[in-house]
């Protein structure tokens, strides 16, 4: 599984979901470097489940501008993070592309954010 928290500014996060999205959000442009995303058939609308991760494939301006976000956060918290901003590094320019999530994607993720935290 792979994390994106569209439109949840990374300050509203708790350390469990800030973590995570800091730690499984470079795997995205990892699996493009790396030559194992497949990309083709990406969707037009933000997901979640399957294509929940190939709908960025081309949004990774969107990506890196995010996790830049989530970086800053982590160190104003304390929390001992590896900067993997270099994993943008190689990423080709045609998929550098940047996306604004719409109202229902947010509300989606906050969604899904409420059910984790209410099962604890």
Not at 24 to 42: C, D, F, L, Q, T
Request: charged share 35%.
């Amino acid at each position: 599984m792979t994390r994106i928290n569209v439109g949840i500014n990374p300050k509203d996060l708790i350390r469990e979901h800030l973590i995570a999205e800091h730690r499984e959000i470079k795997r995205i442009p990892n699996m493009i470097v790396s030559g194992k995303a497949i990309i083709k058939n990406i969707p037009n609308e933000f997901t979640l489940g399957e294509g929940h991760v190939k709908f960025f494939y081309n949004k990774l301006n969107y990506l890196l501008k995010r996790y830049r976000l989530l970086y800053k956060e982590c160190k104003k918290r304390n929390y001992k993070v590896q900067n993997y901003e270099n994993a943008w590094n190689n990423i080709p320019k045609e998929l550098m592309n940047n996306w604004k999530p719409k109202d229902k994607d947010i509300n989606l993720i906050r969604k899904r954010l409420e059910e984790k935290l209410n099962k604890k």
